[in-house]
């Protein structure tokens, strides 16, 4: 899994592609909390470039829903394979999902 970050306007973007599973989700979980922690409120993440998550890494993104908030938090382009994982999961219905910051 690899990471990078940019701001855009107001929102902090990670970049995410590769596999969010069991293995890399630790890593992510440690990014997102140290980003918070350092008072960062508005957070998205792009998973355009991901190929595989799991059950760890959708609890990744569940703990950082919770800490920021619907309106602070979503998901940018999730790939066929995530978005299929987001619908069966359910997180789809409780997490904002589009395909831009705009949107």
């Known amino acids: 899994m690899q990471i990078d970050t940019r701001k855009q306007g107001d929102w902090l ?5 590769g596999q969010i599973d069991g ?9 997102l909390r140290g980003t918070i922690d350092a ?3 508005r957070i ?4 355009s470039g991901v190929r595989y998550i799991s059950s760890a890494g959708l609890r990744v993104f ?17 790939t066929d394979t995530v978005r299929e994982a987001l619908d069966i999961s359910g997180f789809a219905n409780i997490m904002a999902i589009s395909d831009s910051l705009e949107g």
């Open 13 to 17: 973007v990670y970049s995410i592609s």
């Open 23 to 31: 293995i890399t989700a630790p890593q992510l979980e440690a990014s």
């Open 39 to 41: 008072g960062e409120s």
């Open 44 to 47: 998205a993440a792009d998973l």
């Open 62 to 78: 569940l703990a950082a829903l919770r800490q920021l908030g619907n309106d602070r938090f979503r998901l940018l382009s999730p």
